[in-house]
Nanobody
Framework: QVQLEESGGGLVKPGDSLRISCAAS????????IGWFRQAPGKEREGVSCINMRGGNAHSVKGRFTISRDNAKNTVYLQIDSLKPEDTAVYYCGADVDAYCSEYMSEGAMDYWGKGTLVTVSS
């Protein structure tokens, strides 16, 4: 089992930057990659960024998103720059034990999920 816990969300202004975290615990050696997804009100969950846990590929769908990891802390970060109101969403991290990070990251492929952290962008 793998447990994931997101943190760092909150209310920010347009143009601000924000870094949110995903802390992993449990059988983390089984995790091949961690992905960030987001779900805006009334919309489907969409993939945002992913990173392999033991080096190699990282992918982000938008240039304003930067993913990084700290293996010593078992934590993956998502930095979001130039925040826009349309970035308002619940951000979830998921863990996949069967595949590596790629542009084809899929919500349906994730094996574990956190409960999410809400990011609200408003002036």
């Amino acid at each position: 089992q793998v447990q994931l816990e997101e943190s760092g969300g909150g209310l920010v202004k347009p143009g601000d930057s924000l870094r949110i975290s995903c802390a992993a615990s449990g059988h983390i050696l089984s995790v091949l990659y961690i992905g960030w997804f987001r779900q805006a009100p009334g919309k489907e969950r969409e993939g945002v960024s992913c990173i392999n846990m033991r080096g190699g590929n990282a992918h982000s769908v938008k240039g304003r998103f930067t993913i990084s990891r700290d293996n010593a802390k078992n934590t993956v970060y998502l930095q979001i720059d130039s925040l826009k109101p349309e970035d308002t969403a619940v951000y979830y991290c998921g863990a996949d034990v069967d595949a590596y990070c790629s542009e084809y990251m899929s919500e349906g492929a994730m094996d574990y999920w956190g409960k999410g952290t809400l990011v609200t962008v408003s002036s």
